[in-house]
């Protein structure tokens, strides 16, 4: 059966012409061109890459690590807000406020967006502010926005929110080596705090973000303030001043001053 095939053959390739079996060579070529192109394609797209969210190729996570170029971050921990708090300003205008811990003691964020919800005594949502703030790691710091009209409803209570899936990245800067001094808090003619930033680092900081908040006896914040600075060089220091339009409904009992900054500078 074999032997009656192979002379079939033998017998039909000898019945065409001399152009005919160049022609079918060519064909033959082709076919084998085409089919090793889709083969390397083929193991091309199967073979392990840094973007196939699959821990392979040796990578000390899924595409991290190893012979991939991105970093692996670890387990990562949410924002923590340790409280919040809204501050009225006028009848219908309010300050909100928080206190945010990012305990994550490597990783930072250029940026997070987040959104302070002021809701009334009956759950319902009155009124809304999104913002956009850098996170250092490891770190407490403050979040403020002011003059909020919430209408002609009052805040019972205020959430602070972060957007889902931040951007970490492991962070390789300098620690912030900025510290609070000569710091003074005035009654009259309006309340105020001064102080004096000073850099210990010879690094340089950037974009720092300071709020003042003021607390009364029960630990309870009672007003905040907020300003920025564009940068404090290494070894250098900047004053820096939060005042208050009016005298606070509750006595001023202490006060904190929170820092964070967009950058600081590789020495």
């Keep these: 059966f074999f032997y009656f095939f192979r002379n079939l053959g033998y017998t039909y390739l000898m019945s065409i012409s ?6 079918l060579t060519y064909l033959l070529i082709f076919l084998i061109v085409i089919v090793g192109i889709i083969f390397a394609v083929w193991l091309k797209a199967s073979a392990p890459t840094c973007f196939d969210n699959k821990k392979n190729q040796k990578e000390q996570g899924v595409d991290c690590g190893g012979v991939c170029a991105k970093e692996c971050l670890g387990e990562i921990k949410d924002l923590a807000v340790l409280w919040s708090k809204p501050l009225k300003v006028a009848e219908s205008n309010y300050d909100a406020v928080a206190l945010v811990e990012n305990r994550n003691l490597f990783l930072s964020a250029k940026s997070a ?5 002021f809701y009334d005594d009956r759950n319902i949502l009155i009124a809304s502010r999104e913002g956009e703030i850098f996170i250092n790691p490891g770190q407490k710091f ?15 209570k205020i959430f ?10 492991i962070y390789k800067g300098e620690n912030l080596g900025l510290v609070v001094t000569k710091k003074e808090y005035q009654d009259s003619p309006r309340p105020s705090i001064s102080a004096v930033l000073e850099n210990k680092t010879l690094a340089n900081v950037k974009g720092l973000y300071a709020v003042a908040i003021i607390y009364a ?18 070894g250098k220091s900047a004053d820096v001043f939060f005042t208050w339009p009016e005298s606070f409904g509750q006595e001023y009992s202490r006060d904190e001053i929170y820092l964070s900054a967009q950058s600081v500078s590789s020495l």
């Design 142 to 156: 403050a979040i403020f926005e002011n003059n909020i009209d919430v209408g002609s409803r009052k805040p019972a």
């Design 113 to 117: 967006r987040y959104q302070f919800k």
């Design 217 to 234: 006896d029960d630990g309870n914040a009672i007003a905040a303030s907020a300003t920025k600075i564009g940068e404090i060089k290494g």
């Design 160 to 169: 602070l929110e972060f957007q889902k899936n931040i951007n970490w990245e």
């Design 18 to 23: 001399w152009a005919a079996k160049k022609q």
